[in-house]
């Protein structure tokens, strides 16, 4: 099955289970559904704050990471690799000296 798909249908799984909800009360919906008490809250945020859109898979995304590389490093790794067409180990050696 496509990831779209799967996708579609647990968005509308989450939209049946938060429209019962409305109706039947948290409890039997979660019981209904069978669906964990805190998958139902986190959808509910997600919808109440994005509408269906909060609702779809979203991708985890590193905004920053603490043993990045600096910028001026990565630049002279690739000069050295075009310049030179040097492998990794020589480079590792060259940005030791």
Not at 80 to 94: D, E, H, K, P, S
Request: aromatic letters at 12%; proline letters at 4%; a positive charge.
């Amino acid at each position: 099955m496509h990831q779209e798909i799967k996708d579609e249908l647990r968005i509308r799984l989450a939209l049946a289970v938060l429209e019962y909800a409305r109706h039947f009360g948290v409890t039997e919906a979660c019981r209904e559904f069978n669906v964990p008490r805190s998958t139902f809250y986190r959808w509910k945020q997600s919808y109440e704050h994005e509408g269906r859109a909060g609702l779809s898979r979203k991708k985890p995304v590193a905004y920053s990471h603490p043993r990045k590389t600096a910028p001026g490093v990565v630049e002279k790794i690739l000069e050295l690799r075009n310049a030179y067409q040097i492998g990794a180990l020589r480079i590792a050696f060259y940005l030791e000296r």
